[in-house]
């Protein structure tokens, strides 16, 4: 059984230049979510919340495989993130941060599956974030976006320049500032982090 690489199908999307901005256009996909508003680095809802969506993503993976001999790689995780204030966001207050983790879903996973897979982890887990999850649609429209490679603290100048590239060519910035997380950061030593830094713009 060939297993299908979910970033390589979507490679315009999941493999950009670490050097030169390129812009995409992200069509409708369905995603796992949740909300949650806290600094990532020692917020338990943040965890819970990651605990819960990769739960739910390895759930549906081995549902659709045993039921259709498909198997596929379950895709990296994503933050959608701001403040109610900017300056907190800018600032690095990070205890302020709102965010939406989330992780795509592939077609074969349907509303029946997310269901089934809702019940499965319950059976097995007490994870407090499980409630929140939500499936749902979200298209992102044209964006803007770079490979980044360091630590998340080093992300600034990376940031402003997508930012100052939006502004310098007549667009506005719209939506909310976008992570994928290349890696796992419990298993990668910070120098070695990538991370995707997309930004929508109209």
């Known amino acids: 059984m060939e297993k299908i690489d979910l970033k390589k199908k979507w490679k315009e999307l999941y493999s950009p230049s670490s050097t030169e901005i390129s812009i995409i256009d992200v069509p409708e996909f369905r995603y ?16 819970d919340a990651v605990e819960a969506l990769f739960s739910l993503s390895y759930a549906a993976k081995f549902s659709i495989k045993k039921q259709t001999m498909i198997d596929y790689t379950v895709m990296p995780l994503e933050g959608l993130w701001w403040a109610d204030s900017m300056d907190d966001f800018k600032t690095g207050r ?3 941060w709102c965010w939406t983790m989330m992780v795509l879903q592939p077609e074969w996973v349907t509303d029946g599956v997310f269901r089934n897979a809702v019940d499965s982890v319950q059976k097995k887990k007490d994870l407090p974030a499980l409630p929140k999850v939500r499936f749902t649609s979200f298209r992102e429209g044209r964006c803007a976006q770079i490979l980044y490679r360091g630590a998340y603290s080093g992300e600034a100048p990376t940031i402003k320049r997508i930012h ?27 120098e070695k982090l990538r991370t995707i830094i997309r930004q929508p713009f109209c």
């Open 32 to 47: 796992l979510m949740v909300d949650g508003k806290g600094d990532p680095n020692t917020s338990p809802e943040y965890s």
């Open 94 to 96: 990070k205890d302020d």
């Open 164 to 190: 100052d590239s939006i502004n310098t060519n007549g667009f506005v910035l719209t939506g909310k500032h976008h992570e994928i997380y290349l890696n796992d950061p419990r298993r990668t030593a910070p």
